[in-house]
């Protein structure tokens, strides 16, 4: 496909319009109505993916303002969902610098540092400067369920990227 | 040794700084950027405050017209089954009708007594100023693992103000947390934050806890209390918050609070202005 056709560009943003709804609209992956424990941070999976695998169309300015978005809408302090979207931006740019070529398996084990250091942060803010109360072991599952759902939407994500954008990766 | 130090370094640096092509700002900035949000935020200066309700009532507007799609097709679905029930459902609306007409005469006998007695005791009749109920729409619905909360069309312009009490088709769903001009946020029962003192049937005082889950659990009931099913719990309004009596659920044999108005369900909600009349916050 050429790189400047029009549908180039739209595949090309989808990821990016992805994050925008996920942020603003009131779709949201959390299936607790179907399964009580089932939650997932789907937002840092799209993230930490394209941040990954193609930088380029997941610029850090667009990511920063959906995290904005998300505060607002869920009700946090501002700018909390940024900082935590930003250390995963930070710890996939890493990775990708660091490495030559990455496997799913490498991938999901880099996934699980940067999740594990965007929630830590995210909640040590949360809970030392407002006063909203977390549940522990809803935040067990919510990573739990993250982490394991991530192989999953690597594939999806893997062929989004190999049907409609091409692959770049080595 | 030292070059895989290196090695860290430069890919370190090159994470925090880089710029260029598609990034126009570096990480290192925007996360400079999002701490000094988050603190103005936090510790609430002055020009924060309108500014994040402007901001609010502005993303909340874009979020109910963005979640349009999902609530449209759900809704389709739904009343196509209506339309199909529509005989059964016919039927069984005039079994009840039958069954509260008869109802309704013990309940006229009934709220006469109880304005007689509520007379005797000088106590204040909370229903009485309908005038004070504002019936908002719910924006947007976004269910959180961590927080339940709804945004309403209705904010400090029609005189919606922190702390008021919720309620769909009388009965309590939560309270008003974050105020806007145009929009507010109601904190739900079922919420982890959310505390309200409750009182049982048999006139027991207890605190009703929001577990995260659908279902809130009861706490600090009497040292000799037995939690028994199928028991209606009310505001008891010792808060001076929440109308006393106002209904919220039935217990379980779990321990937990059923709430009659499903959270997850909301359409429209009414917000009682009377505390504001009040004086009371």
Not at chain 1, 21 to 40: A, G, M, P, R, W
Not at chain 1, 122 to 151: E, R
Not at chain 2, 103 to 131: G, M
């Amino acid at each position: 496909m050429a790189k400047t056709s029009l549908f180039y560009k739209i595949y090309n943003a989808g990821p990016l319009l992805l994050l925008y709804y996920l942020c603003i609209s009131e779709v949201d992956s959390n299936l607790e109505k179907i399964f009580e424990i089932f939650t997932l941070n789907f937002q840092i999976i799209l993230i930490y993916f394209w941040v990954l695998k193609r930088p380029e169309i997941m610029a850090n300015g667009h990511i920063f303002l959906a995290g904005l978005i998300n505060d607002v809408v869920m009700g946090f302090p501002l700018g909390i969902s940024s900082l935590s979207y930003l250390i995963i931006i930070f710890v996939g740019t890493y990775v990708r610098n660091k490495s030559v070529n990455t496997t799913i398996a490498s991938d999901w084990f880099t996934f699980f540092i940067a999740m594990v250091f965007s929630n830590l942060l995210f909640f040590s803010l949360l809970n030392n400067f407002s006063d909203l109360d977390f549940s522990n072991s809803k935040i067990g599952y919510n990573m739990f369920f993250t982490l394991f759902t991530f192989p999953i939407f690597w594939f999806l994500f893997n062929i989004y990227q190999m049907t409609f954008i091409g692959n770049r990766d080595a | 040794m030292s070059v895989s130090r290196d090695d860290f370094s430069i890919a370190f640096r090159s994470a925090l700084l880089q710029r260029g092509g598609a990034q126009k700002f570096s990480v290192l900035s925007l996360i400079f950027l999002a701490l000094i949000i988050f603190f103005l935020d936090v510790y609430g200066a002055k020009f924060t405050k309108p500014v994040r309700g402007f901001l609010n009532d502005v993303v909340y507007r874009i979020t109910f017209l963005a979640s349009t799609p999902t609530r449209f097709f759900p809704q389709v679905s739904k009343d196509l089954s209506k339309y199909f029930n529509v005989k059964a459902e016919n039927e069984r609306l005039k079994a009840e009708i039958e069954k509260y007409k008869s109802l309704e005469l013990n309940v006229e006998f009934l709220t006469d007594e109880n304005k007689n007695l509520q007379k005797i005791l000088e106590t204040e009749y909370f229903n009485k100023n309908l005038s004070n109920v504002v019936l908002a729409k719910v924006l947007v619905d976004k269910n959180s693992p961590f927080l339940k909360s709804i945004i309403i069309n209705k904010g400090t312009r029609t005189g919606i103000m922190k702390g008021m009490p919720v309620t769909h088709n009388n009965y309590l769903v939560g309270r008003v947390v974050e105020t806007n001009y145009l929009s507010s946020r109601v904190l739900l029962l079922n919420d982890l934050n959310s505390r309200i003192p409750v009182t049982l049937d048999q006139g027991a005082q207890a605190i009703l806890s929001g577990s995260g889950t659908n279902n809130p659990s009861l706490e600090y009931l009497p040292e000799d209390y037995k939690i028994v099913d199928e028991i209606n719990v009310f505001a008891s309004g010792k808060d001076g918050i929440f109308s006393p009596g106002t209904p919220i659920g039935i217990t379980n044999l779990d321990g937990e609070v059923e709430l009659f108005v499903d959270p997850n369900q909301l359409s429209f909600v009414t917000v009682n202005l009377s505390i504001q009349n009040l004086g009371k916050l």
